[in-house]
């Protein structure tokens, strides 16, 4: 019921930027939230960065200060802006979309495909 493309994911040296998109399509589904993910080799998978479906945002200690989360609803599409970008944010980050099936009213989460973000120099 939901799609989900991703982008923005690239290579840059430490102290640079990029901005991550994730455009939702679909119907039929009531999002309660959307959450940037990341997970590194050898790594637990870390939440990185959520709003709420009201617009409440919360972004993990580690990349406070220099990561955003915003959307703009008329796009369907959240983004990550991710300044002062260390090494150590190396990952592949993921889109997640949790919300409740409108026809079945359970409780789902959708994932992307998720895109590669290389910090070195």
């Known amino acids: 019921q939901v799609q989900l493309v991703e982008s923005g994911g690239g290579l840059v040296q430490p102290g640079g930027s990029l901005r991550l998109s994730c455009q939702a399509s679909?119907?039929?589904?009531?999002?309660?939230?959307i959450g940037w993910y990341r997970q590194a080799p050898g790594k637990q998978r870390e939440l990185v960065a959520i709003?709420?479906?009201?617009?409440?945002?919360n972004v993990a200690d580690s990349v406070k200060g220099r990561f955003t989360i915003s959307r703009d609803n008329a796009k369907n599409t959240v983004y990550l802006q991710m300044n002062s970008l260390k090494p150590e944010d190396t990952a592949v980050y993921v889109c997640?979309?949790?919300?409740?099936?409108?026809?079945?009213?359970?409780?789902?989460?959708?994932w992307g495909q998720g895109t590669q973000v290389t910090v070195s120099s």
């Open positions: 997640n979309v949790n919300g409740r099936d409108r026809l079945t009213f359970l409780g789902k989460d959708y």
């Open positions: 679909g119907t039929a589904f009531s999002i309660n939230h």
């Open positions: 709003i709420s479906s009201g617009g409440t945002t």
